[in-house]
């Protein structure tokens, strides 16, 4: 209670309480309290008062325009802007674009407060805040890598939703690497994660959430969860798969994706991006600019990336293809959707082979290999000849002659239609017979009631409940 009279006390003029204190009405210590400064700022403010009274205590400036003020052309200039170009920007984002495209240098609340008047005052509304305890970054760059999609109306409204996939480093903030897809699938990891291989090298972690791609719902005997073909690719490489909780415990990259999702649309229509094919082509600068604007120095001035030589790229790109497990045939065969694969030049080692398990390699440009891993533990490429598979091919449909079925059955079903079969006609009779045994049964229950009706009349109910035979 005694912090809310000290709060109505301040909204007294400073005038009034120098005034006060001046005439001896308001104890020094009471007059500082209710003015809300110092006390040498007080008696500055004394001193000022008793030489130039109440107006001398006004600023300098009050009533002067500020000399960085707009002017009234580039204010009327902006606000154009915003209704006809800039209509979707956020402050922050416009502030950028007046001055990369415009050359006109404004400050964001400046920006802000010409947006709400450009659209009579219909400005940003403060979006409820969820707090969730921050964890720690790491300290290195490539410690630990959150990895998650996008899907969202990256081009348009009136385009189809796209979906943006990126990797953004735990420590700095900084997108690793991101490209666009139509839809998210491991393909589309696939192809990151190489992205990120080449340019970065092999991280230590990757953490992502709990989806299909990286986490089978099938479980395994050996393991707590079986393998998919993205975590085949980490286990291959040593990275470890790390699986969130909740999207709040990577928070990081959806906060990324929150703030592209506000930017990058906006960014593409002024640009011309239309489609995913452009957005891909230009990617890396955005990505530079963002990062520019937005990524922090780590802690850890060290880099965790495990360097890749030359030597391994080979390796490193069959690891990333995708990896269809098959079963070799006697005929020394494997199948895929509408190929058949012949594995050739194996000489006496064709017996190892019959049944065994190899992998077939499909690379993202088309090319397979046949990978074996042999009784010795060593891998060796076989090699193979591609034959399209045939497909099957529908019998032709016999016409009815005497000789098929068809043309008997058509006899039976034509006598049908006019005549029904014998079943039928037996089904039709006894429900008709029942419906007559029915009304018969009612018309005696009719006639002993009229009967009956006559005898109690007559003789009394008990005389004729004797005479029907109702009562011994």
Not at 140 to 146: D, H, P, S
Not at 250 to 273: A, H, N, S
């Amino acid at each position: 209670m005694k912090k809310i009279k000290l709060k109505l006390q301040k909204l007294q003029p400073l005038s009034e309480i120098l005034q006060l204190y001046a005439h001896g009405l308001m104890p020094l210590d009471v007059a500082v309290a209710r003015s809300g400064l110092s006390k040498r700022t007080f008696q500055r403010r004394m001193q000022i008062w008793r030489q130039g009274g109440p107006a001398a205590l006004e600023h300098g400036n009050s009533g002067r325009k500020a000399i960085n003020r707009l002017s009234d052309t580039v204010r009327a200039q902006i606000i154009a802007l915003i209704q006809n170009k800039y209509w979707d920007h956020g402050p922050t984002l416009l502030s950028e674009q007046l001055l990369k495209y415009e050359g006109i240098k404004i400050s964001r609340e400046t920006a802000r407060k010409l947006i709400k008047e450009a659209f009579n005052d219909k400005g940003f509304e403060p979006r409820a805040v969820t707090e969730h305890p921050l964890r720690r970054r790491r300290g290195a760059l490539g410690e630990l890598i959150q990895i998650d999609d996008s899907p969202h109306h990256w081009f348009g409204q009136s385009a189809p939703a796209a979906c943006l996939i990126g990797f953004i480093d735990d420590a700095t903030s900084r997108i690793m690497a991101a490209k666009f897809f139509p839809t998210e699938s491991f393909e589309g990891y696939a192809q990151v994660i190489n992205q990120y291989l080449h340019r970065h090298g092999i991280p230590i972690a990757l953490y992502s959430d709990r989806h299909s791609i990286f986490r089978s719902t099938k479980t395994d005997k050996l393991r707590k969860w079986a393998s998919t073909q993205f975590s085949r690719i980490c286990q291959s490489l040593g990275i470890e798969l790390i699986f969130a909780q909740s999207p709040n415990a990577k928070g990081r990259v959806e906060r990324m994706f929150g703030t592209l999702q506000r930017r990058w649309p906006q960014m593409f229509r002024v640009e011309g991006i239309t489609n995913i094919e452009q957005a891909n082509m230009r990617i890396d600068e955005f990505i530079e600019s963002h990062n520019t604007k937005f990524a922090i120095a780590p802690t850890d001035e060290r880099d965790a990336h495990a360097p890749i030589s030359e030597s391994q790229w080979e390796d490193v790109d069959r690891i990333c293809a995708v990896w269809h497990e098959r079963t070799v045939s006697k005929s020394l065969t494997v199948s895929l959707p509408g190929q058949m694969l012949q594995i050739v030049d194996v000489g006496q080692r064709r017996w190892s082979l019959m049944k065994q398990q190899v992998h077939v390699i499909e690379y993202q440009d088309g090319r397979l290999e046949i990978l074996w891993h042999t009784p010795e533990g060593e891998e060796a490429l076989l090699n193979f000849k591609v034959f399209p598979r045939l497909k099957l091919k529908r019998p032709k449909a016999l016409k009815a002659t005497a000789k098929t079925i068809d043309h008997e059955l058509d006899e039976i079903v034509k006598a049908e239609m006019h005549a029904p079969n014998a079943w039928i006609k037996r089904h039709e009779r006894e429900g008709l017979e029942g419906v007559q045994r029915a009304q018969r049964r009612e018309q005696k229950q009719l006639e002993f009631e009229v009967l009956k009706d006559k005898l109690t009349d007559k003789h009394g109910a008990e005389k004729a409940a004797q005479i029907l035979g109702l009562k011994k």
